[in-house]
């Protein structure tokens, strides 16, 4: 962007210098001949103007013509007198400007120019009155190179002093033009980047200073366009992300619903179709039956899970908090586990703090109760099953076989299952921690699923 400085600066030079150039070649080419046709011009007027009748009485003797005038003189001359002024009539005659006197026709003048000094020249007009009669004009100037000469010594000598001066002014003019244009184009070049965060700072009272504020308000303006642009992309991007998810989950749950509801229909099916041909007999109906009403009710299940996963999902919740002592709402649902946890053999370590806690206890009593099945469905071998309750989390853990990250990443879609030929009697439709996820989000309360290496357990935490 220097390069405007350096227009600005060779413009400025150019206006500064022309007239002296100007001044110079006037000097040179044109003075002297201006000097030398501006003399000749005056006594022509004054031969068109003199009073002839004055001349004549005084004779001999010149007049000076005007009172400032003191390089013109009138002279009367009478050519068939024997005077002086014959030897006047001789510079008429030289050889370098012979003019014959009486062949001019009558008014008719005649202008020489003689250089008698180095430092001056005359004019000589002569201008015919009659046949005898003549009057003659006489200008005398400082030659035309003396006063040539003395202008351009003047200009040069001069031009020393004024040259350096002209460059710094046009230095100083020029850097004061520049830099508000050097300006104006750094800031519209980094808006034209879509960078907002310089502004025009110009104090000029000029266009300039308008246009700079024109250009803060259209960035501003800009900025603002851009900003509400991008908000609108990322609310267009969200809401696109959730249709997306929206079409994905009604995919997902049409074939998982079609999946969860393939074996208990098939069941069901055979069995009624054994007991129609009656294949079935004895004291086998009984418990065909109850196999069927097994089946039924976990269907029922699936579709009290389903319509639960799908209300807490959507947050289609009226939470209702209440203060509730988490120690005892644990108490009471794993009083529902007794029997479970005696059939099967569960070692239950159990430590607890007081905490207090403001939440829904309909839904916490879910996520509980959902935790408590989980851990005891999927409990290994060794058979134990730890709940610790501390002033700042719930940590439900149970001894586990290994499960790969890739697991842990999926286990809270919807439907997913660790082993699917898991007994179906907790949480067997695969939306337990699904549930128990949309919960704790609903509740504002952190949580995490992890896998412990080191003591080979699946752990549950709450942050409260």
Not at 317 to 344: N, T
Not at 348 to 363: P, V
Not at 365 to 378: E, G, K, P, Q, R
């Amino acid at each position: 962007m220097r390069k405007i400085f350096y227009k600005i600066f060779l413009y400025f030079c150019l206006a500064a210098y022309l007239p002296l150039v100007l001044i110079y070649a006037f000097n040179f080419f044109y003075v002297d001949k201006y000097i030398i046709e501006d003399k000749k011009d005056t006594l022509i007027k004054i031969a068109e103007n003199m009073d002839i009748e004055q001349l004549k009485k005084v004779k001999k003797q010149d007049i000076k013509y005007g009172e400032n005038k003191l390089d013109v003189y009138l002279r009367y001359i009478d050519l068939n007198e024997n005077s002086e002024n014959k030897d006047f009539l001789k510079i008429f005659n030289r050889n370098d400007t012979k003019v014959d006197i009486r062949k001019m026709k009558l008014n008719e003048y005649s202008i020489k120019t003689v250089k008698l000094s180095s430092l001056t020249n005359h004019f000589f007009l002569i201008k015919k009155i009659s046949d005898h009669e003549v009057v003659a004009i006489i200008g005398e100037i400082i030659g035309t190179n003396v006063v040539t000469g003395i202008m351009i010594g003047i200009y040069k000598q001069y031009s020393l002093f004024i040259i350096p001066i002209l460059l710094i002014g046009s230095y100083i003019i020029s850097k004061k033009f520049s830099e508000p244009i050097e300006i104006l184009e750094k800031v519209s070049t980094q808006i034209s980047n879509s960078d907002f965060t310089e502004r025009v700072e110009i104090k000029s009272k000029n266009e300039l200073e308008s246009l700079g504020n024109n250009i803060n308000k259209m960035a501003t303006k800009l900025k603002q366009n851009i900003d509400e642009l991008n908000l609108l992309n990322e609310k267009l991007k969200v809401e696109l992300e959730e249709k997306e998810k929206l079409l994905e989950t009604e995919k997902m749950f049409m074939r998982a619903i079609g999946h969860e509801l393939k074996t208990p229909i098939a069941i069901i099916n055979g069995y009624i179709e054994a007991l129609q041909d009656n294949i079935i007999e004895g004291e086998e109906i009984a418990k065909t039956y109850n196999i069927i009403y097994e089946e039924g009710m976990s269907i029922n299940k699936l579709v009290k899970d389903i319509n639960e996963y799908l209300k807490l999902e959507f947050k289609n919740l009226e939470l209702c908090y209440e203060k509730i002592q988490v120690r005892g709402l644990i108490k009471d649902s794993l009083k529902k586990y007794k029997l479970d946890i005696e059939q099967k053999n569960i070692k239950l370590i159990e430590s607890y703090e007081d905490k207090e806690l403001n939440t829904d206890i309909k839904l916490f009593n879910i996520v509980l109760n959902n935790l408590i099945t989980n851990a005891i469905t999927y409990v290994d071998e060794r058979r134990e099953i730890n709940i610790e309750l501390t002033d700042k989390s719930l940590i439900i853990s149970n001894t586990s076989k290994e499960i790969s990250e890739e697991t842990i990443d999926k286990i809270f879609n919807p439907f997913y299952k660790i082993d699917d030929s898991r007994n179906r009697k907790y949480g067997g439709t695969g939306l337990g921690l699904s549930i128990v996820k949309n919960i704790l989000e609903a509740l504002n309360l952190k949580y995490s699923f992890s896998y412990d290496k080191e003591e080979k357990k699946v752990k549950f935490i709450i942050v409260f």
